[in-house]
């Protein structure tokens, strides 16, 4: 069986010392040898940003993809391997700006995969701009005179959108984290996987202490009804998206591969031709 030393690469770390995205890399280092998953069955795609470079790190399949790319990319993975375990990753910017076109349709989609944002609220790699999800008053480069944009809601669309599964950690919580990545790989469909993972060198706001006073977390409320998609609602929206825990689960979730007429249980690279070389003769023509 697979150990955290198996997960590792030996790629010297790109990230600062104190890196929110460290705590998620251990997470999901930890989530897969507990669910006995092997480096060979593992896909992680992730976009561009200093997240983005989680994939080095992780011993696993790994594309690096165009910024805001990494979710279509991991959505034909599955669909062509379905035996493995897929992971999106990358930041806030990848994710909510360039990418969210995409975001919209994967989480409406369904495809079994899990997608894994670090959210430090600003663009880290391109040096501390203003990102989607930036608080408004924000200072930075790009908004000298603070943020006058309202930010995006990302979980309180996710669950709009028809999304089955919506969590969010916080990156120095590792227990809870854990916990939230192995439901999610777990579950059948797609899966959002939120974490703030502070910046420490670029946002002086939205910094550990300030997470830690803020953050209402719901796997504590023995109350809290998970399956209930009104209750999440209010939960996100009453607190500002400052929630952890599991937020949202659908019990009745399917998957979108279950729906595909004629889609085949096991992953194409698995699949026996059953086309005859005349008549794969006679496509191929028609592109000459
Ligand atoms: C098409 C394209 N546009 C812009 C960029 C520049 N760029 C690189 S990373 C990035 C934003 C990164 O922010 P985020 O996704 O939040 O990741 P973080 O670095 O904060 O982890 C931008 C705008 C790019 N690489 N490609
Ligand atoms: S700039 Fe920010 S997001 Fe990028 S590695 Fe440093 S602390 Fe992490
Ligand atoms: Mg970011």
Known sequence: MATMADFRTSEKS?????????GVLAALQKALVELATEPENVALVAGIGCSGKIGN????????????RSLPAAQAVKLANRELTVL???GDGDGFAIGMGHYMHALRRNV?????VMDNQIYGLTKGQTSPTSDGGFHTKSTPNGNIEKSVNQMQLAIASGCGFVANGLSSNQKQLVQIIKQAIQFPGFALV??????????????????KSELVNVDEDPTYDRHDKFAAMKMLMEHNELV?????????STRYEDLVK?????GIVNQKWEVDDETWNKVLAQYK
């Open 262 to 266: 004629g889609f085949k249980p096991e």
């Open 88 to 90: 999106a990753a990358g």
């Open 194 to 211: 939120n974490t703030y993972s502070p910046c420490v060198t670029f946002n002086k706001v939205n910094t550990y202490d300030f997470y």
């Open 244 to 252: 952890t825990g599991i937020i949202y689960e659908d019990p009745n």
């Open 57 to 68: 790190y992780i011993n696993s399949y790994n594309l690096h993809v165009v910024h805001g």
């Open 14 to 22: 790109w990230w600062c010392p104190g890196c929110g995205d460290f």
């Open 112 to 116: 079994d995969i899990t997608y894994v």
